[in-house]
């Protein structure tokens, strides 16, 4: 099905490209968040599965994908503001539960720490509460590329690291992707890494602290950058935190493999829509630790 399309003004500051997938037979809505460097189209997959039960709402950031033509590009974004997009968004779109994935948590934290009305239930995918060892690694070997607008390497560094795991038509997917970029975008990275390097990330902690709705995190078992360990820190902070581990996959979960793929999808299914599991639907084997 082929979503609505629409561009939101948000506070009179930025305008937003949303694709609105309406399912008549639904009474619930998902807002998804992306990572960085992606657009609307990174959560094709993902859409397959959700539509059938929600109505699901994708947008790109206001220097990204189908937004950046709208706006202007001078100051970079920060995730307050990013927070602030996706809280209105809420409230448009009249939506129920959030999905982010990866970097894409961190405006969703803070989103969800000022506890919008709306919003029931919050699914976190390949996000941890620290920058570990790893992930600071790739983060520091990042800056330089993007200061430099260095393309290529850009692409190398992600394909060789977060997204080792992919299969090789994702990762030229990701080559071409990356090779598009307008400098303005690398200039918003490059801010959006030095930030994640230089502050610390205990603010995510402090957000877990203020959300009293369900959180399911996602995080891929063979994950080194933002890792299942990592992720369970927030155990002790979120009220109503639940955790469940894709086997024998990356960061980059459902986009890995079949498998991977079928087991992302009954985890969020189970976790949003509990008559998926009352009525047989989610596979037996498939367990979420609510804990």
């Not at 099905?1 to 009179?12: H, N």
């Not at 029931?120 to 620290?130: L, P």
């Not at 990275?189 to 959300?211: D, G, K, P, R, S």
Request: aromatic content about 8%; some cysteine.
């Amino acid at each position: 099905m082929m979503p609505k399309t629409a561009i939101v003004e948000i506070c009179g500051k930025y305008k937003v490209h949303t694709e609105h997938y309406l399912n008549t037979a639904a009474n619930k809505t998902i807002i998804l968040v992306n990572g960085s460097l992606a657009t609307t189209a990174s959560f094709a997959q993902t859409v397959r599965y959700l539509q059938p039960r929600f109505n699901v709402v994708l947008y790109d950031q206001p220097y990204a994908g189908q937004s950046k033509q709208h706006n202007l590009h001078g100051e970079p974004i920060r995730k307050e503001d990013e927070a602030a997009i996706l809280l209105e968004l809420i409230e448009h779109f009249c939506a129920h539960h959030v999905l982010s994935f990866s970097w894409g948590g961190a405006a969703t934290l803070l989103a969800l720490a000022q506890q919008p009305r709306r919003i029931e239930k919050a699914v976190i995918g390949s996000f941890a509460a620290r920058v570990n060892a790893p992930m600071r690694d790739y983060l520091e070997r990042g800056l330089n590329h993007l200061q430099a607008c260095d393309r290529l390497n850009v692409s190398r560094l992600i394909n060789s690291t977060i997204g080792k795991h992919l299969p090789s038509l994702f990762k030229r997917f990701n080559d071409r992707h990356v090779s598009s970029l307008a400098e303005h975008e690398y200039r918003q990275m490059h801010f959006h890494v030095n930030e994640v390097l230089t502050q610390n990330t205990h603010c995510y902690v402090a957000c877990a602290n203020a959300i009293e709705i369900p959180l399911l995190f996602v995080n891929g078992e063979w994950d080194e950058y933002t890792s299942v360990e990592d992720a369970r820190i927030f155990a002790d902070h979120a009220p109503q935190a639940s955790f469940y581990t894709i086997r024998n996959t990356g960061h980059f979960l459902d986009m890995e493999h079949p498998a991977a793929l079928h087991d992302t999808r009954q985890a969020l299914l189970g976790f949003l829509d509990p008559a998926c599991r009352k009525q047989g639907r989610v596979a037996s084997d498939i367990q979420v630790n609510y804990v």
